[in-house]
């Protein structure tokens, strides 16, 4: 009989031991559902710079208008025409991101009102009045370059530019002589823009224009002369741009 109650005495240690060595392997499990979950970390956001875009933008601009001419240059400086004036315009262009290197093309254009101030560039000739120059509208075609950080935007561009622009000058007192012109040239320039909205940024930049020598011929009785003008602009815009296509997208883990 005490036989007996060894025997269970000891299945029933055994079988306590045995249960009381598996409640550690069966403990964690029970702590972890009762912990608090971790907050869930939100995905980062990294905007995409490609796709098209379209804009407007408006600023001031300043020029110079140099003149190369024996008549008007019985020195040796070289007369100058100082301009400058409000700008207003728009915008088109296209952008691909690789990684935060930025390419892209833009096509601008500008009315513009850059009058230089009438002078008398030869006080010692009489009559020479009414000499300078306005710059009704300017463009640019450029490619553009930048690197982007986040939702800012740094980059440089470079390429054509044109002008239309009224040349007035006089060597008599009969009056200025006027001529429309057509010019072509070359711009460069650099600028940052930074997206606030989903699809939309604004910027702030800067151009410097340049449009070589030309042969501007003018008459004055029984003497026809020709003067060479070369001209240099400097542009100050800020704009806004809105993105047609490319949007914020949500990075992947």
């Given at each position: 009989?005490?036989?007996?109650?060894?025997?269970?005495a000891?299945?029933?240690?055994?079988?306590?031991?045995?249960?009381?060595?598996?409640?550690?392997?069966?403990?964690?499990?029970?702590?972890?559902?009762?912990?608090?979950?971790?907050?869930?970390?939100?995905p980062?956001?990294?905007?995409?710079?490609?796709?098209?875009?379209?804009?407007?933008h408006g600023?001031?601009?300043?020029?110079?208008?140099?003149?190369?001419?024996?008549?008007?240059?019985?020195?040796?400086?070289?007369?100058?025409?100082?301009?400058?004036?409000?700008?207003?315009?728009?915008?088109?262009?296209?952008?691909?991101?690789?990684?935060?290197?930025?390419?892209g093309?833009?096509?601008?254009?500008?009315?513009?009102?850059?009058?230089?101030v009438?002078?008398?560039?030869?006080?010692?000739?009489?009559?020479?009045?009414?000499?300078?120059?306005?710059?009704?509208?300017?463009?640019?075609?450029?490619?553009?370059?930048?690197?982007?950080?986040?939702?800012?935007l740094?980059?440089?561009?470079?390429?054509?530019?044109?002008?239309?622009?009224?040349?007035?000058?006089a060597?008599?007192?009969?009056?200025?002589?006027?001529?429309?012109?057509?010019?072509?040239?070359?711009?460069?320039?650099?600028g940052?823009?930074?997206?606030?909205?989903?699809?939309?940024?604004?910027?702030?930049?800067?151009?410097?224009?340049y449009?070589?020598?030309?042969?501007?011929?003018?008459?004055i009785?029984?003497?026809p002369?020709?003067?060479?003008?070369?001209?240099?602009?400097?542009?100050?815009?800020?704009?806004?741009?809105?993105?047609?296509?490319?949007?914020?997208?949500?990075?992947?883990?």
């Open positions: 009989m005490e036989t007996s109650i060894r025997r269970a000891f299945h029933c240690l055994t079988f306590a031991a045995a249960v009381a060595a598996s409640m550690p392997a069966s403990a964690p499990p029970v702590a972890a559902a009762d912990m608090p979950l971790k907050a869930r970390t939100e980062a956001v990294r905007l995409l710079w490609t796709g098209y875009y379209a804009g407007a600023g001031w601009g300043w020029g110079t208008m140099r003149v190369d001419d024996p008549l008007f240059r019985p020195s040796d400086t070289r007369p100058e025409f100082k301009s400058d004036g409000p700008i207003a315009g728009g915008q088109i262009g296209a952008n691909w991101q690789f990684g935060n290197v930025v390419v093309l833009e096509l601008d254009g500008s009315w513009a009102s850059l009058r230089s009438t002078s008398n560039i030869n006080p010692q000739i009489p009559g020479v009045f009414g000499n300078g120059v306005e710059i009704h509208a300017l463009a640019t075609a450029t490619g553009r370059v930048g690197y982007a950080m986040g939702p800012w740094f980059y440089a561009k470079a390429g054509g530019a044109y002008a239309y622009m009224d040349i007035t000058t060597i008599t007192a009969q009056g200025p002589i006027s001529t429309t012109e057509h010019r072509f040239g070359v711009t460069g320039g650099a940052v823009e930074v997206a606030f909205l989903r699809n939309v940024s604004a910027k702030v930049e800067y151009n410097y224009l449009f070589p020598e030309h042969s501007y011929t003018f008459v009785p029984s003497t002369n020709s003067s060479s003008l070369d001209h240099y602009v400097h542009l100050v815009k800020a704009g806004i741009n809105v993105r047609l296509g490319g949007d914020a997208v949500v990075a992947r883990y």
